[in-house]
C-alpha cells in the first residue's frame, strides 16, 4: 500500500478480545494495510475507543547519511541547468502523460 494519505473506508469487520487480551485483526483489514506478523502497532485511546496504528519502521540511519546517498545517487553531471529548462522538461512529461492516458 502507498504511504500519504489514506482514505477511510468502512469496514464491518467484527473480532473479539480473548481472555488474554488479545485481539485477531481480521485478514483482509492486515491485508489492507499491509500488516505482517510481528508489525508493532501503537494503542491510542480515542473517544471511548481504541485505535490501532502500525509504527512505521525506522531504517537506523542518520538524516546526514540519508542526504549524501540520496546527493550521491542523484548527482547531476554536466553544466548547470537553468530553472526555465527544468520547468518546460517538466511540463513535456505531464503532457506526454497524459497522451499515454488519452483513450484512442
Known sequence: MARGKMHLTVMNAKTTLSAKGQVVIPKD???Q?????????D???MGGGVLLKPQHKKSGR???????????????EGPPVAIEDMDQA???????????????
Do not use: C, N, T, W
Not at 34 to 40: D, E, M, N, R
Open 29 to 31: 483489514v492486515r491485508d
Open 62 to 76: 542518520s538524516f546526514d547519511e540519508i542526504m549524501v546517498s540520496i546527493k550521491a545517487r542523484y548527482q547531476h
Open 90 to 104: 517538466i511540463a513535456q512529461m505531464f503532457r506526454d502523460r497524459q497522451d499515454l492516458k488519452a483513450p484512442d
Open 43 to 45: 494503542v491510542v485511546l
Open 33 to 41: 494495510l499491509g500488516l505482517a506478523p510481528g508489525q508493532v502497532l
